[in-house]
């Protein structure tokens, strides 16, 4: 059964730091990967889709990079800003077609 | 971009009442609807998937009569859940994905947050 993790479960910077959220799959068999942003009490917002075919995506300051042989992906975030502050959730799907399966989400609080 | 309204955003009702959601994608056709369970600090649980015309396909330990879902056209799904408890008390996300699922690209909705009192 296709399991996600995501480190850390918490994670404090202060405003301008550049910090990496990491999310691993039990099986790296991914079909494609996505990050979204969840504002408390909020839907989820889409970040970044990385494709079957693709190792990585890259929207303003934010990059995320899927290594398929070992079933991990990273979220780098440049600049960090207040308005970053949210929970970040990683989700992949093990084949095409198939469903989302997601991790418990990384919390990131950005300090002025 | 797609958008996916979820009504209504919150709501409360005493134990023992029906409680429906309604999912609309407003400027695409979702052919599936997904509905997701999010406990506090936790990650997002599938309920069940929903296929326009079609009966919804229920994940293993969710009961089919307990979560009702309806997907009576392409832009509209609901799900009521029916003799609510204070167990069911939960934030419900809907999502659609758009004519190609081969992509896995799913645009959710606001949620809606249920407290059965």
């Known amino acids: 059964k296709q399991e996600v993790t995501q480190i850390p479960a918490a994670l404090s910077v202060p405003e301008g730091e550049n910090l990496v959220l990491n999310c691993s799959f039990t099986?790296?068999?991914?079909?494609?990967l996505q990050w979204f942003r969840q504002d408390p009490g909020k839907g989820l917002t889409s970040l970044l889709l990385?494709?079957?075919?693709?190792r990585e995506q890259t929207s303003g300051r934010l990059n995320a990079s899927l290594d398929k042989s070992s079933g991990r992906s990273t979220l780098y975030i440049a600049a960090s800003q207040p308005g970053d502050s949210a929970t970040y959730l990683c989700?992949?799907?093990?084949?095409?077609?198939?469903?989302?399966?997601f991790g418990q989400g990384t919390e990131l609080s950005v300090k002025p | 971009g797609a958008v996916v309204s979820q009504h209504p955003s919150w709501v409360i009702c005493k134990s023992g009442t029906s409680v429906k959601i309604e999912c609309r994608s407003l400027?695409?056709?979702?052919?599936?609807m997904f509905w997701y369970r999010q406990f506090p600090k936790k990650s997002l649980m599938l309920m069940a998937t929903?296929?326009?015309?079609?009966?919804?396909?229920?994940e293993q330990g969710v009961e089919k009569d307990k979560f009702l879902i309806n997907h009576a056209s392409l832009t509209l799904s609901t799900l009521t859940v029916t003799s609510a408890h204070p167990e069911d008390s939960s934030f419900y996300i809907c999502?659609?994905?758009?004519?190609?699922?081969?992509?896995?690209?799913?645009?959710f909705g606001a949620g809606t947050r249920l407290s059965v009192l």
């Open positions: 999502s659609a994905q758009t004519g190609e699922p081969a992509k896995n690209i799913q645009y």
């Open positions: 099986d790296s068999a991914i079909y494609n």
């Open positions: 990385i494709q079957s075919s693709q």
């Open positions: 989700a992949g799907a093990p084949r095409q077609g198939g469903k989302l399966i």
């Open positions: 400027d695409f056709q979702a052919t599936t």
């Open positions: 929903s296929n326009e015309g079609s009966k919804a396909t229920y």
